[in-house]
T-cell receptor, first 111, second 118 residues
């Protein structure tokens, strides 16, 4: 049973560019959440998708947007990249409130 | 807004010994969930243990147990018979579920780096 799959694992982008990160949830999970984890910090909630709609959003600018597809997979898009966007981006899937299953993340470096 | 505080940035323990990681949180809610997650160098967050606030009994998962003090808003993790594979970052997290008007987003502490020495 595959868990949460994220791609790519690593990514280097130039300031001002746009990036798309992808996530496939664990089988049976219908909710996908995205978190940003800066170096040495705990993850910060970006947003959550359920039934292809954004259900909740954290304190992140509109440059951060997302999408959920009918098969429950999800994308995170970040526009106009800043140096401060460099972080580990974690995707987590869940069903009800039984706890999240996390992927191994995408390490984004903005230069 | 809920906050989670982990006051121990780093801890170390000898193999086979017991260690306790501390976590406090601030909330005005009565029903919620608390979690401990482990993040090894592989980066994947792994659920260690989960506690429902309405349950008075402390959760236990093999060598891992919690001391949940609801009035004190404290949620510590005890690891017994520590193993080298327990070396990782440990994060405490809070969640208010949808059924209680929440969003099911996790609010994390800053983490405790645990090193198990041979």
């Amino acid at each position: 049973d595959a868990g949460v799959t994220q791609s790519p694992t690593h990514l280097i982008k130039t300031r001002g560019q746009q990036v798309t990160l992808r996530c496939s949830p664990k089988s049976g999970h219908d909710t996908v959440s995205w978190y940003q984890q800066a170096l040495g910090q705990g993850p910060q909630f970006i947003f959550q998708y359920y039934e292809e709609e954004e259900r909740q959003r954290g304190n992140f600018p509109d440059r951060f947007s997302g999408h959920q597809f009918p098969n429950y997979s999800s994308e995170l898009n970040v526009n106009a990249l800043l140096l401060g966007d460099s972080a580990l981006y974690l995707c987590a899937s869940s069903f009800a409130h039984y706890g999240y299953t996390f992927g191994s993340g995408t390490r984004l470096t903005v230069v | 807004a809920q906050t989670v505080t982990q006051s121990q940035p780093e801890m170390s323990v000898q193999e086979a010994e017991t260690v306790t990681l501390s976590c406090t949180y601030d909330t005005s809610e009565n029903n919620y969930y608390l979690f401990w997650y482990k993040q090894p160098p592989s980066r994947q967050m792994i659920l260690v243990i989960r506690q429902e606030a309405y349950k008075q009994q402390n959760a236990t998962e093999n060598r891992f147990s919690v001391n949940f003090q609801k009035a004190a808003k404290s949620f510590s993790l005890k690891i017994s018979d520590s193993q080298l594979g327990d070396t990782a970052m440990y994060f405490c997290a809070f969640m208010k579920p949808l059924t209680q008007g929440g969003s099911e987003k996790l609010v994390f502490g800053k983490g405790t780096k645990l090193t198990v020495n041979p």
